[in-house]
């Protein structure tokens, strides 16, 4: 792999950029791999990665049914943040948040990691208790968080309206927190593995999973069968679709989430903000747009579609907040699937077939984990065993109820 | 936006109804028998179907009442809807 | 300054009425009929912006909505609005607008370092650079931020207000252009209801302003005239639609007052917003034409064939007098021949090498050179075009040799072809399938979305002739409106001349003497973006070879014109280098909405007064004439405290809190959730949902009870009331009320529907009034006839009767400890029984208190609150409430969870009270208990504190948490340690820290 850097740039632009080299291969698959696996969004690539770079497995495929990135990797709202409740989750999304603090050197490709701040607004005295709870359990868990009263939110934020319908009482902030480019990360993903010497296969679906004698021995796919004596399957929305061929449900439901940007405009907002009370979440990427977290649907669906009402509620919360975004406009909306269980916590787990190992439910945040996901996970399968960091989001805890219930935690007023 | 049949109302737009998941899950009567693992399935697992998918739906902003319906997943058009305690439609002509 | 550009004659201007604006600070006039664009264009005046990236001076490219370049900021202050298409602007007198994205001046732009800078900034240079040392990162961000971001946002709320509705019609035509005004026209001759919406002001499309033929111009009013006079018939200019989505739901946006200037719409909405419930969809959305990509391509003059054709034909302008015309299809000749018949000197450029000899000799009468199997190799002239150099192809068009040619002109009209507007029927969710006749995509019916009954019509389905147009459209209202049942009658279409693309020869990239990417020229697809066809061969090279990774890496396609005129030309260039053809690269989404759209405009009805509508109970005034502080509860506006001249929350609070225990204080209840419950098998399914024994319980009688899920987890809890055997009256918590209503029915409907029973949610139907304290038993007998004595009226028990005259039921239950009753009547009473009690209640100290006074006197009795003091993970054992888990039952909602593994075991959080060592010192909500203090977290939990107050009562503060295996440790000491630093050592508690044997709640 030739690094990339300022000189590189400068040499290339003298040959007038013809000798770039290709950010990732294309092979052919191989008749089998140590390890397949199955989605090449962030945390697939991440996986594999972190597999080849740190955990010694470099004979590894990942298998791409459509194009690198193109799930939920390039469908988010970028946001990252380590600022949870429960520790099993501060365990994850910290772990993460550390390595987002090192990756565009990490992988010589700049994701663009943008610790802008990332502020939740408290709007009733239930909020109020919410952020209370929560600011003192991430303080304890040694990540950083703050207490700000409206006057200060004010200061960072002057265009909010604080006497809103639901007025600001207070906010919690992650000056650790921010956004990044999410594409970037997909592709330095994807060239970091590259180089280590992991088959990156684009349109190559997985139609099956093969299973001897109650062990994973390969997958079927639109490009013939693949052996693979460990299979980690990180589909997303679509991993129900896996385990089914694998002979088996997943605590999972996967619904349309939605999102939308504006126009670009000269910077206005400079963190992230989140409002659960009233529903906004909202940052601006560098490129100038507003980018607008909307809901997701309650209906499974595989669409990629969501409701239009959800855009309207999510539209008029936001002119709520910010009246003066009310004549700025919307220039796109999409929508992804995301798969989501009861607890909103991810598995990263064993399964009941031997050697086939899950890495889903993300919900509505996996992006801000995909570094320390794939880290976690990559060195979880190395060893067939899941490490400290993913043990606690084992399938298991689905029987015997030790959920890691950050939902229930946050919601349910009085 | 869908458009929803309510088998006691008729045709109504999406936003009077709401939507909760997979139908046709009877909660088990011996709970107490039942080992985590069974009991588990019941209360979680679910098959989230990408393809033909059984599901409740409320029409939560009209009668309340709660009825079936059969919706590919993938196109999210709705086959049939129909009550609580009928038999679902075969849905075999309708196959994705 | 004068019109030196505009024509004489010809328009659909008003030459008779004068319109002043200011560009960038300088005055100019227009015509009323005019854009800004038209307008500006009028005025010779052709740089009007700075490119997003390279900061290259741009001026018009287009006529319409597809303009990617001519982005100004409209107006100024409150009414300012970026990034506006200045073709889409209506011209109004007194408009200001000005130019983005420069600095210091239109003119002269610092930022154009990034164009001599351009060599080193090709497609994702960003990811590649900026990333040492690491620290950097976020002031190189700042920089970056800074210089992108096109115009400035508003920073004062927006002045206007916008309206939304929704629509149902059998047939909706998108677009009033030949194809849609006669589907429209066909439709509206049966009884359909019929609705056709277009963006601009005038119908017409692509014929606007254009004489076809008298039949035409016949056919063309009479059919507007009587769109306009049809009931059936909502006919919307201005009205953009804006999105698809299934089951025919549009979304179109009407464009009501924009066009007469900011504040002058006196009391109409700026904007309307339609939702649309179409049966039959009929798209008419015409075509766009695509640039050619060629050297240069993006100086300011070079427009799009068919804009010049739009100036001189719509609003008698004539962008230049000197014309080149670069054409690789027969459609251009048009505009050659306009052009020159309104006066400029043309000259005519075609990539083919042989020609429809018709069209070569009417130039030659015309007196139009044409340069048959030419190219434009340059185009001189940075802050607008002056000449074009020219060289002849070689046989197979990939490079150019010979002699070359150096034609002086101001405006090159250049023609790649037409791209049908296949953006509605691709939002329907259809596939486009790729037509090499026109070299475009077009509508795949056969793989249309069956829940979105839809037909292309004209242009946008790749039918070019204003003749086929006609008559598809015509087709197609007749089909629409007969799906939905009705005949329609559909009359004569005019004859109008052939006309449309005529012959094409794909031509994607225009060569020049270097190759691509070398050499100083950029060729642009995206002009916005600052997209060249180097990026795209970059973008391959690397490895960014889908249709998507192309988007995203050079960002084409990805600019506020949404890729309008770039997004074909970019496919088939990657399709080129990679030797593919062209649907293989893949078709990009198009994305809602079509044109940016107004975020006012989607949910500016939604904020401000009718955001989300405050609830308020029958006594609500009573609260406000007592001065009460509101608090947010869910939707509801509740007392939070009734403070005293001088009083601040606290000395409120605690005068309240006493005055409970000491004398009588009234509290409205009436949001608490209430649940009218009636039915044979009622008490048998009160059995299933709360946790105790329910069927022994006396008619008259009321009980607590704690709701499950079924995880075991507590999720709401209230008294129940037995009316009758099958009769119960039941409340939840405020914020629970919908909740629980809904978990009631799911079960009743969809697990038991055999049993019979009803619910009915009466929340608003009572007014309720809680009297807590020792003096609440006199104050109510003295405006009741019930015996309230404690013999005839025991704790947990319901009396009906009449209290201040009025019907009410009256509930002897507590949530102070205190006596305490809660008297019931019917809402439209809960007025007069608030200001009856509080006029009685001035015998006895009555004193109005709000809920936080509720949550501290319930807090010294150590009553939970569900959500506050539960979260969703606990059960009734965690919370020491195993008095309330029946052990008989064999069954209820949640029961078999209790015994998994993790909800048995040992250590899980339990509540428990604590008491501070300082008796004064109040902890914060959400401290943590710690296992051992260190100087620097991490430090390990073990519980929180749910909540904390100072009780007068009790004389000092008081505390309730959750803390692991809590019920093993009263008695120890534990340590909170807060954020600040400090830490704080408590009792481990017992929960009830007033009254432990509840002797004042029976008294």
Not at chain 3, 868 to 894: A, E, N, Y
Request: charge should be negative; glycine fraction near 10%.
């Amino acid at each position: 792999m030739k690094a990339y850097s300022l000189f590189s740039l400068a040499r290339n632009a003298m040959s007038y950029h013809r000798n770039w080299q290709r950010v990732w291969r294309s092979p052919d698959p191989k008749k089998s791999y140590d390890v397949v696996i199955i989605g090449g969004g962030g945390h697939g690539l991440a996986t594999a990665y972190y597999l080849a770079t740190q955990c010694g497995v470099n004979n590894v495929a990942v298998l791409e049914k459509g194009w690198l990135g193109g799930g939920n990797t390039g469908r988010n709202t970028t946001i990252v943040r380590s600022n949870y409740l429960l520790d099993a989750s501060a365990g994850i999304y910290e772990h993460a948040v550390k390595l987002w603090e090192g990756l565009s050197q990490e992988l010589n490709y700049n994701v663009m990691f943008s610790q802008r701040g990332l502020l939740h607004l408290a709007h009733s005295v239930h909020d109020m208790q919410e952020i209370g709870r929560r600011g003192n359990a991430i303080y304890l868990n040694g990540i950083d968080s703050e207490f700000l009263t409206p006057q200060q939110v004010k200061e960072m934020l002057p265009i909010i309206n604080l006497n809103c319908r639901y007025p600001v009482m207070g906010g919690l902030l992650q000056k650790r927190g921010g956004t990044a480019r999410h594409d970037a990360v997909a592709w330095g993903y994807a060239r970091g593995a590259d180089a280590a010497g992991v088959d990156i296969i684009q349109n190559c679906e997985v139609t099956g999973i093969r299973v001897d004698n109650n062990k994973v021995v390969g997958v079927d796919t639109s490009r013939g069968y693949i052996g693979a004596r460990k299979v980690g399957a990180v589909a997303a929305g679509n991993s129900s679709v896996i385990a089914e061929m694998a002979g088996f449900k997943l605590p999972l439901e996967s619904y349309p989430l939605q999102a939308l940007v504006s126009e670009p405009v000269k910077p206005i907002i400079d963190c992230v903000v989140m409002s659960n009370g009233i529903h906004v979440y909202v940052s601006q990427s560098d490129k100038g747009e507003l980018v607008v977290g909307s809901g997701s649907d309650a209906y499974n669906s595989y669409s990629q579609r969501g409701s239009f009402d959800l855009i309207e509620h999510t539209v008029g919360p936001l002119c709520e907040l910010f009246p003066l975004f009310s004549r700025l406009r919307m220039l796109r909306q999409w929508a992804g699937i995301v798969d989501v269980t009861v607890d909103r916590s991810p598995i990263m787990s064993k399964s009941p077939v031997e050697n086939l190992y899950f890495n889903c439910g993300w919900g509505t945040g996996g992006f801000k984990a995909t570094p320390g996901s794939g880290h976690a996970f990559a060195h979880s399968i190395a060893n067939s065993e899941m490490n400290e960091i993913a043990a606690p989001f084992s399938i298991d805890r689905f029987n015997s109820g030790a959920l890691i219930d950050e939902g229930a935690a946050a919601a349910v007023a009085h | 936006m869908f458009i929803i049949d309510c088998p006691y109302c008729g045709k109504r737009d999406q936003t009077e109804f709401s939507c909760h998941g997979e139908a046709h899950i009877a909660r088990p009567t011996d709970t107490q028998n039942l080992t985590d693992e069974q009991w588990g399935e019941y209360v979680f697992f679910r098959s989230n179907t990408k393809g033909l998918h059984r599901e409740r739906w409320v029409h939560t902003h009209g009668c309340r009442r709660w009825f079936n319906a059969l919706r590919n997943t993938v196109t999210d058009e709705i086959f049939a809807t129909y009550r609580v305690g009928e038999v679902p439609p075969g849905a075999a002509e309708s196959q994705p | 300054m004068t019109q030196a550009q505009r024509l004489d004659s010809g328009g659909l201007i008003d030459r008779s009425k004068p319109l002043r604006f200011t560009f960038d600070g300088k005055p100019y006039t227009g015509y009323a009929g005019d854009t800004l664009a038209s307008a500006l264009l009028a005025n010779g005046v052709r740089l009007l912006g700075r490119s997003f990236k390279y900061h290259r001076p741009r001026g018009l490219i287009a006529a319409g909505s597809e303009e990617p370049n001519a982005l100004v900021q409209l107006e100024e202050g409150a009414y300012t609005e970026p990034n506006t298409r200045a073709t889409s602007v209506e011209l109004y007198d007194g408009l200001v607008a000005t130019s983005q994205n420069r600095w210091p001046s239109l003119e002269f732009d610092v930022g154009a370092v990034n164009s001599a800078l351009s060599r080193f900034l090709p497609a994702g240079f960003y990811y590649k650079t900026f990333m040492w040392p690491a620290s950097m990162w976020m002031t190189y961000e700042k920089f970056i931020r800074k210089a992108a971001g096109l115009g400035v946002s508003p920073t004062e709320p927006d002045p206007d207000v916008y309206h939304s509705t929704y629509a149902h019609c059998d047939v909706l035509v998108i677009g009033a252009g030949p194809a849609g005004l006669a589907a429209a026209a066909a439709a509206a001759t049966s009884d359909a209801r019929v609705m056709l919406v277009d963006e601009q002001s005038v119908p017409g499309g692509a014929t606007t302003g254009r004489t076809l033929s008298d039949a035409y111009t016949q056919w063309f009013e009479q059919s507007v005239s009587q769109l306009h006079n049809n009931d059936n018939v909502t006919f919307l200019p201005r009205t953009t639609l804006t999105g698809y989505f299934d089951y025919n739901y549009l979304t179109a946006v009407e464009k009501i007052t924009d066009h007469l200037g900011p504040g002058r719409g006196a009391d109409k909405p700026r904007q309307r917003f339609w939702k649309i419930r179409a049966k039959q969809v009929i798209i008419a959305a015409g075509s766009i034409e695509r640039p050619l990509v060629f050297a240069d391509n993006d100086r300011p003059g070079v427009m799009l064939a068919n804009a010049v054709d739009t100036y001189i034909n719509r609003y008698g302008v004539l962008p230049g007098n000197d014309i080149a015309v670069f054409t690789n299809n027969d459609s251009a000749y048009l505009t050659a021949l306009n052009a020159s018949a309104n006066g400029a000197k043309v000259t005519m450029v075609d990539t083919r090498k042989s020609v429809n000899a018709g069209l070569t000799s009417a130039c030659e009468d015309a007196g139009i050179k044409v340069f048959t199997g030419h190219a434009i190799t340059s185009v001189q002239g940075a802050k607008g075009v002056s000449s074009v150099r020219i060289m002849p192809l070689s046989d197979d068009s990939k490079s150019v040799a010979g002699q070359a040619w150096e034609i002086k002109c101001q405006i090159v009209a250049n023609s790649g072809g037409w791209t049908p507007s296949a953006h509605m029927f691709s939002q329907s969710g259809g596939k486009l399938r790729y037509d090499n006749a026109i070299h475009g995509f077009v509508p795949d019916m056969s793989k249309a979305k069956s829940i979105n009954p839809n037909v292309s019509a004209g242009a946008c389905n790749g039918s070019f002739s204003t003749a086929k147009c006609l008559q598809e459209g015509s087709q197609a209202g007749v089909a629409a409106a007969a799906a939905c049942g009705y005949q329609s009658t559909p009359g004569a279409l005019p004859a109008v001349e052939e006309d449309g693309l005529g012959g094409i020869e794909a031509m994607w990239l225009v060569p020049t003497v270097h190759p691509v990417g070398e050499g100083s020229a950029k060729h642009f697809h995206d002009f916005q973006n600052d997209v060249t066809a180097a990026d795209i061969h970059l973008a391959a090279r690397e490895g960014f070879l889908s249709v998507e990774h192309l988007k995203r890496y050079t960002t084409t396609g990805m600019a506020t014109d949404q890729g309008k005129t770039s997004n074909l030309n970019a496919l088939a260039i990657m399709a080129d280098i990679r030797g593919a053809q062209i649907p293989e690269v893949g078709t990009t989404t198009f994305r809602p909405p079509f044109t940016p759209l107004t975020f006012g405009a989607i949910g500016g009805q939604e904020s401000g007064e009718l955001f989300i509508q405050e609830r308020h109970t029958p006594m609500h005034g009573c609260h406000v004439q007592s001065g009460a502080v509101f608090e947010d509860v869910g939707d509801w506006k509740r007392p939070w405290y009734y403070p005293k001249a001088g009083e601040d929350m606290h000395a409120a609070v605690q005068r309240e809190s006493l005055a409970v225990r000491q004398s009588v204080g009234m509290l409205d209840a009436s949001t608490l959730g209430k649940i009218d419950i009636q039915g044979r098998d009622a008490a048998a399914f009160l059995e299933m949902i709360y946790t105790n024994n329910w069927k022994n319980l006396g008619v008259g009688r009321c009980r607590y009870g704690l709701m499950l899920n079924e995880h075991g987890m507590i999720f709401d809890d209230g008294v129940t009331t037995r009316l009758a055997d099958d009769h119960f009256h039941m409340t939840t918590t405020t914020g629970g009320a919908a909740r629980v209503l809904g978990w009631l029915e799911e079960w009743l409907q969809t697990e038991w529907p055999e049993m019979q029973v009803y619910c009915t949610s009466v929340t608003e139907q009572w007014a309720v009034a809680a009297l807590n304290g020792p003096r609440a038993r006199e104050l109510l007998q003295s405006v009741t006839d019930i015996d309230c004595s404690a013999e005839a009226f025991p704790f947990m028990s319901m009396r009906e009767g009449k209290v201040a005259g009025i019907p009410a039921r009256v509930f002897r239950i507590s949530f102070t400890g205190e006596l305490a009753y809660e008297i019931n009547v019917p809402a439209r009473y809960g007025r007069q029984l608030w200001q009856a009690l509080q006029q009685a209640g001035k015998a006895h100290s009555l004193c109005l208190y709000g809920t936080e006074t509720m949550h501290v006197i319930r807090a010294e009795k150590g009553f939970i609150i569900v959500g506050q003091d539960t979260d969703g993970t606990v059960t009734p054992l965690d919370m020491d409430m195993d008095w309330i888990v029946s052990k008989t039952k064999p069954d209820f909602i949640g029961k078999r969870s209790f015994v998994r593994s993790d909800t048995n075991r040992q250590g899980r959080p339990q509540f428990v009270g604590l008491l501070t060592k300082d008796p004064q010192v109040v902890l914060p909500e959400g401290a943590h208990i710690v296992a051992e203090v260190k100087d620097a977290p991490p430090m390990k939990t073990l519980g929180h504190v749910t909540s904390s107050y100072m009780s007068p009562n009790a004389e000092r503060s008081i505390a309730l948490a959750l803390l692991n295996n809590g019920l093993q440790r009263k008695g120890d000491t534990v340590t909170i340690r807060l954020m600040n630093g400090d830490v704080v050592d408590a009792i481990v508690t017992d929960p009830v820290f007033i009254d432990k044997e509840g002797v004042r709640v029976r008294g």
